[in-house]
């Protein structure tokens, strides 16, 4: 069975750091890019970063220089370290395959506010 679970969220102050952590079942990572999304309070989800089967990465111009993602095979894991938060990064994150997604997990809040 497929399963995401993200993990790792929470309240933090302006230029703090948070690492969420994703753990997948049902399939491996070493045969899929993932990927990190984000839904802000009334906006679309929006994609912020990759992690490709060679963990080559790629990220958004919002999060570039401040966020850095990771995987651990063995444990099925992808990491999502955040550091530099600001106000603006408040939102749910997700983590999915990047193609061909599968179906959503719960996410994790994360808050940065003073």
């Known amino acids: 069975q497929v399963q995401l679970v993200e993990s790792g969220g929470g309240l933090v102050q302006p230029g703090g750091s948070l690492r969420l952590s994703c753990k997948v079942s049902?399939?491996?990572?070493?045969?899929?890019?993932m990927a990190w999304y984000r839904q802000a309070p009334g906006k679309q989800r929006e994609l912020v970063a990759t992690i490709g089967t060679w963990d080559i990465t790629q990220y958004s111009d919002s999060v570039k220089g401040r966020f850095t993602t990771s995987r651990d095979s063995a444990e099925n894991t992808v990491y999502f370290q955040m550091n530099s938060l600001k106000p603006e990064d408040t939102a749910v994150y997700y983590c999915?395959?990047?193609?061909?997604?599968?179906?959503w997990g719960q996410g994790t809040q994360v808050t940065v506010s003073s």
């Open positions: 049902g399939f491996s990572l070493d045969d899929y890019a």
């Open positions: 999915n395959r990047l193609f061909p997604p599968v179906g």
